[in-house]
Each structure stands twice: as structure tokens, then as C-alpha cells.
């Protein structure tokens, strides 16, 4: 029987944050939240968003995206219904 974590082994974990693609980087999503809010909320559906707090990787957390993603829907709504 094979253990828990033989689907983690094929995917190349990130260990660095220079190993982040640049999209999926801190930066990027307050960029994104910015410029093009859909994107941000496609990206938080997709996949984790890394940031470096004291030298260490870490993600957003699962509530973070919700927040996030509600934020960005508000901010959506908000530019739209202003017209």
C-alpha cells in the first residue's frame, strides 16, 4: 500500500522563494488586486500565493483567499455599479 505522500514526490515542491514563479508571488496579487481584480481572484481559485515572513516561505492561508476573493468581488461590484 503506498503512504499519504507519494502524490507530493512527482510534483517538485517549492523549497525557496526564488523558486516561486513570479505570478504566484506576493507582489504580483497586490498588483493584480490593483490593476486587474479577476485575475487575482483566478489565481487564488488555482493555486497558492507565497510570500517570505522572517526568511521563511510560507502561503496564503485557505481563509485568506476567501477574504481575498469577497474583497475583489466587492471591489468588482463597486467599480461597476458606480457608472
Given amino acids: ?4 505522500n507519494s502524490a507530493i514526490v512527482g510534483k517538485g ?3 525557496e522563494y526564488s ?4 505570478y504566484r508571488r506576493n507582489w504580483f496579487a497586490i498588483l493584480m488586486f490593483f490593476v486587474f481584480p479577476p485575475g487575482l481572484i483566478y489565481l ?12 521563511i516561505l510560507k502561503t496564503y492561508s485557505k481563509s485568506a483567499k476567501v ?5 475583489c468581488c466587492l471591489y468588482i461590484l463597486r467599480i461597476l455599479l458606480k457608472k
Fill in 67 to 71: 477574504f481575498l476573493s469577497i474583497w
Fill in 44 to 55: 487564488l481559485a488555482t493555486g497558492d500565493i507565497y510570500y517570505e515572513k522572517k526568511g
Fill in 19 to 22: 523558486q516561486v514563479p513570479k
Fill in 13 to 15: 515542491e517549492i523549497t
Fill in 1 to 4: 500500500m503506498e503512504s499519504g
